[in-house]
């Protein structure tokens, strides 16, 4: 931002997901992997158009209240890979290079009732198993992290080189790599060690 405010050099291309890039799409056409014990919503809140008068949107004057209810706007969500993370948009190193799903809903626990029903401003974070043996036990069809990664260090590399191709593409700032390596040990750490430091 401050380098094209103050040198009027041009901002990164939009990453917005495209329909016509197949980025968007309708929830029945969402490729989401089959993990278990995972549900996606039901039902996506749906809105709907509504007309409160010719010079509502020019005058500010309501002319139906309640408005008239129109055709619902159409439902599209963001298409996945094939671990259940976003194709599209700004992928973080941890979208990049990641050790879980990370999706932008989360489903109510149902000891609390309403198992269906999402959060709002929720998201959850879904983790690889660790071992291949773990992953085919349950059978979770996204590879297992030692399946992904050599070590916690080739880990860390990876993470590195993704966070780097960001800061070129003018995404991230160079002074955020340290703390963007430190959490990715971090995550390592508490998926792979659970026990450690306690």
């Keep these: 931002m401050n380098a094209w405010v103050m040198n009027d050099v041009t901002?990164?291309?939009?990453?917005?997901?495209?329909?016509?890039?197949?980025?968007?799409?309708?929830?029945a056409a969402?490729?989401?992997?089959?993990?278990?014990?995972?549900?996606?919503?039901?039902?996506?809140?749906?809105?709907?158009?509504?007309?409160?008068?010719?010079?509502?949107?020019?005058?500010?004057?309501?002319?139906?209240?309640?408005?008239?209810?129109?055709?619902?706007?159409p439902i599209l969500v963001p298409q996945v890979d094939?671990?259940?993370?976003?194709?599209?948009?700004?992928?973080?190193?941890?979208?990049?290079?990641?050790?879980a799903t990370y999706t932008g809903w989360n489903l109510r626990d149902p000891a609390i009732g309403a198992p269906d029903v999402t959060y709002d401003m929720v998201g959850s974070f879904l983790p690889f198993p660790r071992t291949r043996a773990e992953r085919e036990k349950i059978g979770d069809p996204r590879l297992s992290i030692e399946e992904r990664y050599k070590s916690r260090e080739d880990y860390v590399q990876k993470v590195e080189e993704a966070a780097e191709t960001l800061v070129r593409a003018r995404f991230l700032i160079a002074t955020d790599l340290p703390e963007i390596l430190d959490r990715a040990a971090a995550r390592w750490d508490s998926l792979m060690n659970p026990g450690a430091g306690k």
């Design 11 to 27: 901002p990164p291309d939009s990453r917005m997901p495209l329909i016509a890039k197949n980025e968007l799409v309708t929830p």
């Design 82 to 99: 094939v671990d259940g993370n976003e194709i599209s948009g700004v992928r973080l190193p941890e979208q990049i290079v990641p050790l």
């Design 30 to 73: 969402l490729e989401f992997p089959k993990i278990p014990g995972v549900h996606l919503p039901k039902e996506p809140y749906i809105d709907y158009r509504l007309d409160f008068g010719s010079d509502f949107r020019t005058r500010g004057i309501i002319d139906f209240e309640p408005p008239k209810v129109g055709l619902p706007f």
